[in-house]
T-cell receptor, first 113, second 115 residues
Framework: DAGITQSPRHKVTETGTPVTLRCHQT?????MYWYRQDPGHGLRLIHY???????DKGEVSDGYSVSRSKTEDFLLTLESATSSQTSVYFC????????????FGPGTRLTVT | SQQGEEDPQALSIQEGENATMNCSYK?????LQWYRQNSGRGLVHLIL?????REKHSGRLRVTLDTSKKSSSLLITASRAADTASYFC???????????????FGKGTLLTVNP
């Protein structure tokens, strides 16, 4: 599992509240990714980071922001949660430019009521 | 939009049989990867095939890649009940207008291996 943890593992929150999910890695991997997984859609990239303080948008970034202030932590924030953001969120890492496989965390199940 | 699309969406076989899953994609790739996901768990990397390779083996896994047809297949030989999982192909290509690579996943094939 490449030393990836996600917290919390489960969260129920109300519409309109801010939510922050944390991904922590111990492998000193350069790249980190946030995906969401929904039935019928597979995994979709939300945001990714290619270094400390270097981030970019994925295909479904609206309503999400990220921050990476140190190598081991990548935070995903839902500024004002909506029911459409109910999903399972996965963090992944990749070692470096010439290591292409990704390593996934266990996921966070988020329910927005 | 999804880059890779797996076929079939679901496959049910008996233990000992072979399982074949297919993946089609649309644009040029650097490599193609297959991942497995057990229910309620994160994805686990299985195998990677580069765009200049045609076939690759790893244990009971065999992957082929046909870049002219933009398709790949994953063969699991002598399947076991423990192979029951969802299998995803993911294409690795350059982010549009950028210098970073990203994976684009298909929707997956749910494989059930019956004892």
């Amino acid at each position: 599992d490449a030393g990836i943890t996600q917290s919390p593992r489960h969260k129920v929150t109300e519409t309109g509240t801010p939510v922050t999910l944390r991904c922590h890695q111990t492998e000193n991997h350069r790249y980190m990714y946030w995906y969401r997984q929904d039935p019928g859609h597979g995994l979709r990239l939300i945001h990714y980071s290619y270094g400390v303080k270097d981030t970019d948008k994925g295909e479904v970034s609206d309503g999400y922001s990220v921050s990476r202030s140190k190598t081991e932590d990548f935070l995903l924030t839902l500024e004002s949660a909506t029911s459409s953001q109910t999903s399972v969120y996965f963090c992944a890492t990749r070692a470096g430019s010439y290591s292409y496989e990704q390593y996934f965390g266990p996921g966070t199940r988020l329910t927005v009521t | 939009s999804q880059q890779g699309e797996e076929d079939p969406q679901a496959l049910s076989i008996q233990e000992g049989e072979n399982a074949t899953m297919n993946c089609s994609y649309k644009t040029s790739i650097n490599n193609l990867q297959w991942y497995r996901q057990n229910s309620g768990r994160g994805l686990v990397h299985l195998i990677l095939i580069r765009s200049n390779e045609r076939e690759k083996h790893s244990g009971r896994l065999r992957v082929t890649l046909d870049t002219s047809k933009k398709s790949s297949s994953l063969l699991i030989t002598a399947s076991r009940a423990a192979d029951t999982a969802s299998y995803f192909c993911a294409t690795d290509g350059l982010v549009s207008g950028g210098s970073n690579y990203k994976l684009t996943f298909g929707k997956g094939t749910l494989l059930t291996v019956n004892p």
